[in-house]
Every structure is written in C-alpha cells, then in structure tokens.
T-cell receptor
Framework: DVKVTQSSRYLVKRTGEKVFLECVQDMDHENMFWYRQDPGLGLRLIYFSYDVKMKEKGDIPEGYSVSREKKERFSLILESASTNQTSMYLC????????????FGQGTRLTVV | QKEVEQNSGPLSVPEGAIASLNCTYSDRVSQSFFWYRQYSGKSPELIMSIYSNGDKEDGRFTAQLNKASQYVSLLIRDSQPSDSATYLCAVTGGSYIPTFGRGTSLIVHP
C-alpha cells in the first residue's frame, strides 16, 4: 500500500514562529503536493514538486515555502506563522505524469495562536 | 482558471437508496477524473477513478463520465450510514496536478 506520512497530526504554534510541516512517501513517487483545506473553500494547492529540488507555486503560495531535498520528502515551511494560516494541511503524492490518482497523508491540523 | 464545481449539499438519502453526486469541470482538455471520500477530520481517500466516457462500476459505486458535457457523476447504490461523508471530485487536465471541487456532503439516514 502507498503510504504518505505527515510528521504531526496536530500542531499549535504562536504567531511569528517558523513552522515546518514534514511529509514522507514510501512509493518512489515523482510528484508531491501540499494543499490546505478550509471549510467552504475546499482543497487549495499551495506548492507542488515533480522532481527532487524542483518546486512550483500553486494557487496560494504567499507566506509559504517548500523544500524537496530527497525524492521521498517534501516539506512545507511557514516563514512567519499568522492566524490566517490556521488550517488543515494535506500532503499528497502521485507517480509520474500519467494522470494517476493522488494519495494523501493523514493531514496536519495547524492552529496558530 | 480551471474549475471543478460540485453542489455542497448536504444531500440526504434514506438507507438503501441510491445517492447521486454530480460534478462539472471547465477545462476541456481534462483527462482523468477521480472521486474521493472524506470523513470528518480525516484525509481524502480515493474510491473511484475514470478516464473514458461511459460508466465504471466497482461494487456499490458507479462513476459516469460525459466529456462532451464536461460532467462526471458518482452513484452509490444501497447507501449505508457509513457512506455519510464528504465526496470530492478531482480532475487532472493538461498537467498532472489534480484540481478539486469543494465537495458534496452526503448524509445517509437510517
């Protein structure tokens, strides 16, 4: 089974902190994604990566950055956390560019106070 | 801007009935279509994928695709209370990046 693992299920951080959300997949997938999910807004793409050290902005990249130093790991960084970044963060991966399905991690519920 | 539209619901059906969930998309070059189920507080899990026009059946689930009308649907037969969840439609087009609808909340009542 494909396994996508996010480092934390719940996080509480203070405004202004630098926050790291980690995601690891064990299926040698090329593509990895970070989404945030908010009530009424659905899943919105923050950043994605199609290869090691490659990254592309999604629809809402402001306030975030990412890192992909190894194929299996894709990190989301909140440079200076703000209360409007309180959300559910979902990492996903998919194999190659063959329009195949994305597999999700369990999600990280981040609260910024 | 590629868009995937779903009725937010909630869609309420009695146990044993057929639930019909609908999705429209704007990008005509879309190639792959997926239905995910998401329970409250959990992450989405894939339940169906469909790539060509017509119907695809898997157990109690049937996905239907009509590319000319840019329409994809999910039918759930013999609905059970455990089917109560939010159902997300996802579409990939010229790129491999899935675009998601906002989801339809389904409630199956005993």
């Amino acid at each position: 089974d494909v396994k996508v693992t996010q480092s934390s299920r719940y996080l509480v951080k203070r405004t202004g902190e630098k926050v790291f959300l980690e995601c690891v997949q064990d299926m040698d997938h090329e593509n990895m994604f970070w989404y945030r999910q908010d009530p009424g807004l659905g899943l919105r793409l923050i950043y994605f990566s199609y290869d090691v050290k490659m990254k592309e902005k999604g629809d809402i990249p402001e306030g975030y950055s990412v890192s992909r130093e190894k194929k299996e790991r894709f990190s989301l960084i909140l440079e200076s956390a703000s209360t409007n970044q309180t959300s559910m963060y979902l990492c996903a991966s998919s194999p190659d560019q063959g329009h195949t399905e994305a597999f999700f991690g369990q999600g990280t519920r981040l609260t910024v106070v | 801007q590629k868009e995937v539209e779903q009725n937010s619901g909630p869609l309420s059906v009695p146990e044993g009935a057929i639930a019909s969930l609908n999705c429209t998309y704007s990008d005509r070059v879309s190639q792959s279509f997926f239905w995910y189920r998401q329970y409250s507080g959990k992450s989405p899990e894939l339940i169906m994928s469909i790539y060509s026009n017509g119907d695809k059946e898997d157990g109690r689930f049937t996905a239907q695709l009509n590319k000319a009308s840019q329409y994809v649907s999910l039918l759930i037969r013999d609905s059970q209370p455990s089917d109560s969840a939010t159902y997300l439609c996802a579409v990939t087009g010229g790129s491999y990046i899935p675009t998601f609808g906002r989801g339809t909340s389904l409630i199956v009542h005993p």
